[in-house]
């Protein structure tokens, strides 16, 4: 190896640790943890305090009181997004078990970071990582798409994909009727 050769490649190497040291400061990631939580972890944490809501029952008929004195009735809009959020949340752990082709598994990854953390406002990755840049690149094409629609657009993609992908969890929801 020439000299050139050896200052290549220190550079390459210094700029990867530049690079590691940058993303494990990202603001959006936490205080300097590198911890990584997963999306279905997430979409857990989101059903699970939205049990936790259910579960308080005089606070919501207090709440319901003053909504009807206001004249706001949003009754069906909280069940329709916790069941939107319960059937986005079985498509994802059904995507990830399935062998989907590679540019439908960016458009759903795209779709599924909407959802989960809305637009993409963060910079576009390093061209060597190319996993994350085309990650990044489907996600931003996304656009600024609402959670509730990148979730709708999530089943339905999925469903265009396998038609009857939810099929073995209606059969079991109907068994237990």
Sequence with gaps: MDAVEILLLVL???????????DDLDPRRGSG???????SDIVIAKKEE?????????????SEDNCSERG?????????????EKIFGEAMVYAESESIAEDVRLQLYGLQKA???GPCHGSQPMALH??????????QKVGDMSEE????KYIATLSELIPDW???ERTEAESRL
Excluded: C, P, T
């Design 50 to 62: 939205s049990v936790g809501a259910e579960g308080d029952a005089e606070n919501r008929l207090e």
């Design 115 to 117: 959802a989960l953390q």
């Design 12 to 22: 390459v190497g210094l700029s990867a640790l530049v690079f590691l040291i940058l």
């Design 33 to 39: 943890e590198s911890s990584k939580q997963s999306d």
């Design 166 to 168: 939810n099929k073995g």
């Design 72 to 84: 706001i009735s949003d009754d069906w809009e909280g069940v329709e997004r916790s069941e939107l």
């Design 130 to 139: 190319l996993s994350a840049r085309s990650k990044w690149k489907a996600w």
């Design 149 to 152: 629609i990148a979730m709708e």
